[in-house]
Antibody, heavy 120, light 109 residues
Framework: EVRLLESGGALVQSGQSLRLSCAAS????????MTWVRQPPGQGLQWVAG????????YYDDSLRGRFTISRDNSNNVLFLQLTSLTAEDTAVYFC?????????????WGQGTLVTVSS | SYELTQDPAMSVALGQTVRITCQGD??????ANWYQQKPGQAPVLVMS???RRPSGIPDRFSGSESGDTASLTITGAQAEDEAAYYC????????????FGGGTRLTVL
């Protein structure tokens, strides 16, 4: 059974940084692309970033490129998202999701999410 | 704003059929996927590229594509289908960027 467990969400002040983690199990982690999707309170889903199985290729939403960095540790089956220069607009639940391809855009398993709250 | 356009809200009577649509230029080059999200829960993939239903998804869910529009049809809607539905696709800029629709909140009456 695929399991994804996010952690690292917190209440932070505007301008601060945060690193989110997603611990994966139940599948061959390095064989699949992974992604981060966020959801502001009461709003829809927003794709944030994706990374290939090897970790050599990464992709970002244009509006977030330069502030957010996606990475992975295939030795320990963990996905990361480094968030910097946070603003109130970054307040959201952040989900990690497994891609059914490497990479693609079919997200066949999701974690329960971790909440990031940025106070101004 | 969202590059994939969905109706914000729809309703369907119990047991009836509803079609949820997703429209955008990227759908001329890439298939859409559909996700169901209930309040307080993570999204769940209910229909994927090529109108394939993941294991465990009831066969009352079906998908179709035409031009720049993708559709998710629920035939014989059940109370448990009340949820938000999101489409996603790859954008057609060639840089592996992914886009989601704004979501459709479905009410089963």
């Amino acid at each position: 059974e695929v399991r994804l467990l996010e952690s690292g969400g917190a209440l932070v002040q505007s301008g601060q940084s945060l690193r989110l983690s997603c611990a994966a199990s139940g599948f061959t982690f390095a064989a699949y692309g992974m992604t981060w999707v966020r959801q502001p309170p009461g709003q829809g889903l927003q794709w944030v970033a994706g990374i290939s199985g090897s970790g050599y290729s990464s992709y970002y939403d244009d509006s977030l490129r330069g502030r957010f960095t996606i990475s992975r540790d295939n030795s320990n089956n963990v996905l990361f998202l480094q968030l910097t220069s946070l603003t109130a607009e970054d307040t959201a639940v952040y989900f990690c999701a497994k891609d059914s391809q490497n990479p693609g855009y079919i997200y066949d398993s999701w974690g329960q999410g971790t909440l990031v709250t940025v106070s101004s | 704003s969202y590059e994939l356009t969905q109706d914000p809200a729809m309703s369907v009577a119990l047991g009836q059929t509803v079609r949820i649509t997703c429209q955008g230029d990227s759908l001329r080059g890439y298939y859409a996927n559909w996700y169901q999200q209930k309040p307080g829960q993570a999204p769940v993939l209910v229909m994927s590229v090529g109108n394939r239903r993941p294991s465990g998804i009831p066969d009352r869910f079906s998908g179709s594509e035409s031009g720049d529009t993708a559709s998710l049809t629920i035939t014989g809607a059940q109370a448990e289908d009340e949820a938000a539905y999101y489409c996603n696709s790859r954008d057609n800029s060639g840089n592996h960027r992914v886009v989601f629709g704004g979501g459709t909140r479905l009410t089963v009456l």
